[in-house]
Nanobody
Framework: QVQLVESGGGLVQAGGSLRLSCAASGRTFSSYAMGWFRQAPGKEREFVATISSSGASIVYANSVKGRFTISRDNAKNTVYLQMNSLKPEDTAVYYC????????????????WGQGTQVTVST
């Protein structure tokens, strides 16, 4: 079974930066796509970014394009989300997702989920 553990969330002022990490257990990390989703209070979970198993394919939500960067280190079984120029509307619990066969922008194809990490952006 694969376990995903996120870290790096916190409180930051608007315009600031944070880097989220998601560490995966197991030896098959390099064989599946990874994604980041987020959920704000009272809202549905929404797609943020995804990266294919090799890192060759990357997709971003329009709302974060140009500000966020997803990357992965298969040697460390870790996927990252670098978040720059943060806005108050980025405030949410951020979830790492894994196990997808392809870089999907919807939750359904992902088999594994982390517990989430809170990101709060103040004005």
């Amino acid at each position: 079974q694969v376990q995903l553990v996120e870290s790096g969330g916190g409180l930051v002022q608007a315009g600031g930066s944070l880097r989220l990490s998601c560490a995966a257990s197991g030896r098959t990390f390099s064989s599946y796509a990874m994604g980041w989703f987020r959920q704000a209070p009272g809202k549905e979970r929404e797609f943020v970014a995804t990266i294919s198993s090799s890192g060759a394919s990357i997709v971003y939500a329009n709302s974060v394009k140009g500000r966020f960067t997803i990357s992965r280190d298969n040697a460390k079984n870790t996927v990252y989300l670098q978040m720059n120029s943060l806005k108050p509307e980025d405030t949410a619990v951020y979830y790492c997702a894994g196990g997808g066969l392809y870089a999907a922008t919807t939750p359904r194809p992902y088999n594994y989920w982390g517990q989430g990490t809170q990101v709060t952006v103040s004005t």
